[in-house]
């Protein structure tokens, strides 16, 4: 769609013709012949002449030239711009951490998949992910995996695909046999360090104890509090077990209450897609939309169109002014 940035350079259009028909006209001295039948001339070619004086009279060409140029000219100041159809784009209100645990016993099989076959936690825990990952729509998404220590897997991104491409390359083991918990938290909290959005939220998900961090979970959980960040912790597995092994359900609920998060317990597949489902409501999804239509100035065209026609004027007037006069007669030489 064709549009006017400014439309008050249109009022100047009249300007030329009141200044012609107005302003006292411009005159000029030069050296003539006085003859005494100057009135009769001036009769005679429809000029009015006065005091000695003859109008200098344009002609119809070169009137149409300047008030073709005058409009473009004026037309180009108005910015004219052609505007595309509106383009949407969703805005981020939110940033999404989530903390895996890839410690050795994530590689317990004692989850059952969709198709009921018997599978590893990991395994389970990858397909639910999936299915969550991808109605993050409106969210920038972050994975941290931890078992030594933490590392971070997927700096925040609106790109869902890759988030799911590299929840699926996840394998225990990766980042070392025990249980960072705590470490974790804090790699997390310091990934938000650079975000702008209202809402920041860590879904934290793990199978043990904490045995490795530097940092209880308890203190790095306050820290997250101070910051805005709210943890929802998952314990999966059995909670029955002991040793290395033992699920440390206390300090996962520590966690969620200090942070304003909420504990949940995912003992089979069921259950952990059940927990990301109710996550989903807690979790609503704000979806800024900025509205956009790209604008592409025009103004160049009628200032080009302007100079191809001043410029076309001027030769024509050069070479109507080289051309040689007409013989107003020939002799013919006498046999």
Known sequence: MLTFAYLWPALLLPLPWLVFRFAPPYTERRAAVRVPFFGTLAALTGQVSGGGTAPARRGAGRMAVLIVCWILMLASTMRPQWIEPPLHRDVPTRDMLLLVDLSASMDTKDFVDAQGRRVDRITALKQVLDDFVSRRRGDRIGLVVFGDAPFTLVPFTTDL???????????????????????????????????????????????????????????????ARDRGIVIHTIAIGDPTAAGEDKLDEAALKEVAEKTGGGFYRALDRQQLAGIYRRLDEVETRRIETVSFRPKTDLYWIPLAAALLVSMGAALAILIRNRRPAPLAGRREAAP
């Open 161 to 223: 695909t890759l988030a799911r491409r590299l929840v699926q390359e996840t394998a225990v083991g990766m980042a070392g046999p025990r249980t960072a918990f705590g470490d974790a938290i804090g790699l997390g909290i310091s990934l938000f360090d650079k975000s702008t959005v209202k809402t920041k939220t860590i879904i934290a998900l793990t199978d043990g104890n904490d045995t490795a961090s530097k940092v209880p979970p308890g203190e790095a959980a306050g820290v």
